[in-house]
């Protein structure tokens, strides 16, 4: 299949492009790296009357080490090698789809997609991360605690661009561990966790057998029965709701082994 008609505008600044999403309102989509948007177009799961390309925009396609962060623009690619700087991104991105896709695809378009099995959105919950959102209106930075509401929806306008994603660097008394289970490397995850320890404090994230990233308090003792306690998956015919469940139990108790050693 091909897309349905839509009109296309490339714009060369920012203010340009938040004044033509403005305009375009709720029949406008942002253009970026595609590797999401493009096949949802394809396939007619989406109908915009308008894309917007920022792959022009100057300043979009920055990576920056500043404040205790690393900072990625809209345009960032997943495999940028500046990302890898970050112990977080350096331990997630080798599982994001493929080569292929992480040459196109971008971090803040992975982010704003808000896949409920896509890693980036997890890993930003995880190092307690943020987005920066513009619009004509301004700018706003929204926590990701806030910023997921459910699958393949956030808490952003449909006149903001997601410009700027915020990765808080680790301390150097922290340790942070993922894993995942996918029936092929680069497909989609049945089951995924990630892991931040320090000291006492333990922040545990799981994705894929939840609607969003979502953050549970665990028992330090025994993580992972705490954590299978507190999820519902819905299954799938790749696996049963029990099965996806012990993944959680198994992953969760993996990953914070990890991160505890890796703190210590």
Not at 185 to 195: I, K, R, S
Request: proline share 7%; net charge negative; aromatic share 4%.
């Amino acid at each position: 299949m091909k897309p349905a008609p839509f009109d296309y505008v490339r714009p060369d600044s920012l203010d340009e492009a938040l004044a033509t999403l403005a305009d375009g309102g709720e029949e406008a989509k942002v253009l970026a790296g595609g590797q999401s948007l493009v096949p949802a177009l394809n396939m007619r799961l989406l109908r915009p009357a308008l894309l917007v390309d920022v792959n022009r925009v100057a300043g979009l396609g920055d990576v920056v080490t500043a404040g205790g962060a690393v900072r990625a623009g809209a345009t960032v690619r997943q495999a940028d090698t500046l990302l890898y700087a970050h112990p977080v991104l350096a331990a997630v991105l080798p599982y994001v789809g493929h080569t292929v896709t992480r040459n196109r695809g971008t971090v803040c378009g992975s982010i704003a997609h808000a896949d409920a099995a896509g890693e980036l959105p997890l890993a930003l919950m995880a190092c307690e991360g943020s987005v920066i959102a513009a619009s004509t209106r301004g700018r706003r930075a929204i926590p990701a605690e806030e910023l997921f509401i459910g699958p393949y929806t956030t808490a952003l306008a449909p006149d903001e661009i997601l410009v700027e994603t915020v990765w808080p660097l680790l301390g150097d008394d922290e340790g942070f561990a993922f894993d995942e289970v996918a029936q092929r490397v680069g497909d989609y995850a049945l089951c995924m966790a990630a892991a931040r320890s320090r000291g006492d404090d333990l922040r545990v994230v799981v994705g894929s057998v939840t609607p969003v990233p979502t953050l549970l308090e665990v028992d330090p003792e025994h993580p992972g029965e705490s954590a299978a306690e507190k999820v519902e998956p819905w299954g799938s015919i790749h696996a049963s709701p029990d099965y996806l469940r012990n993944l959680v139990r198994v992953l969760v108790d993996r990953v914070v082994g990890q991160a505890r050693g890796r703190a210590a």
